[in-house]
């Protein structure tokens, strides 16, 4: 190995540390799962692009290749050996991929426009991540071979007003959802069972904020048990005390509203 170069490696308590090898250059991992598959990616030998690899304990590191760019990233594996990431196409645009041992990458395409990524696979083939609008803008996205890629903006509902997820994180087996949104990040249950939380969108009618002047601020929410009331307390990051905020509702919609005033 050349000097300052770095492997991928794998250790055991049993075996130590096993080095993964390479493609011609370094290697880097991301993921593992049960079986011991290991995938990430690795320099190409001297043309220097990175290539997402799958490595197995009992086979040599695989290149999965790409959309027809330069490069490629895996991110995640799940116990079926699914791999996703995200790839350039031919055009030097990165797509979401899935890729499951048959050799080929499966372009999950966009919304619309040029980027998307893959983050996490669960064990039933559900891969999340994000994806381009025409208008340039992400957002989160769920896909399935047999479904193809769905907003996952179109499968909330009661949603509040100015609520945007842009980037699925994580999913789990029974289909649980993290998203980040432009409120903070929101968790998607699939068939949620029991007392759930009261889903709060973003501050939407909020100018600047300037020293010595009131601020107003406004988010909408939406709880699936109308039956429900609540209360709410504004923190304004600026030392002052908790503030209870005005709450006004009908069934299981409202708004949270305070007004402040910042000294500096």
């Not at 000097?3 to 490696?9: G, Q």
């Not at 409120?183 to 949620?192: E, W």
């Not at 759930?196 to 010595?212: I, Y």
């Amino acid at each position: 190995m050349a000097s300052y170069d770095s492997h991928a490696f794998f250790w055991t308590a049993a075996r130590g540390m096993v080095d993964l090898g390479s493609l011609g250059g370094q290697s880097e991992t991301f993921d593992m799962n049960a079986s011991g598959q290991v995938v990430g990616d690795a320099e190409v030998g001297a043309a220097h692009e990175w290539h997402a690899f799958s490595w197995r304990p009992w086979q040599h590191m695989v290149d999965l290749g790409t959309l027809g760019g330069d490069r490629s990233h895996a991110f995640d594996v799940n116990d079926r050996g699914d791999v996703v990431g995200f790839s350039t196409t031919a055009s030097g645009h990165e797509h979401a991929f899935v890729w499951n041992g048959t050799g080929h990458m499966r372009d999950l395409g966009t919304f619309g426009g040029t980027e998307s990524r893959a983050w996490q696979i669960n064990d039933y083939g559900l891969a999340v991540g994000q994806a381009m609008l025409p208008n340039q803008t992400f957002r989160a996205f769920a896909w399935t071979a047999g479904g193809g890629m769905v907003d996952l903006n179109r499968r909330l509902r009661r949603i509040p007003q100015g609520l945007v997820l842009n980037l699925a994180l994580g999913v789990s087996d029974d289909g649980t959802i993290v998203a980040d949104s432009n409120a903070g990040l929101v968790v998607r249950k699939p068939a949620a069972s029991g007392p759930a939380a009261p889903v709060v969108g973003p501050v939407v009618n909020a100018a600047s904020a300037r020293s010595g002047t009131s601020f107003n601020a406004i988010r909408y929410f939406f709880d699936t048990d109308t039956a429900d009331s609540h209360q709410a307390t504004w923190t304004w990051g600026d030392g002052s005390k908790p503030q209870r905020a005005t709450v006004s509702e009908r069934n299981g919609a409202g708004t949270v509203s305070a007004t402040h005033t910042y000294r500096e």
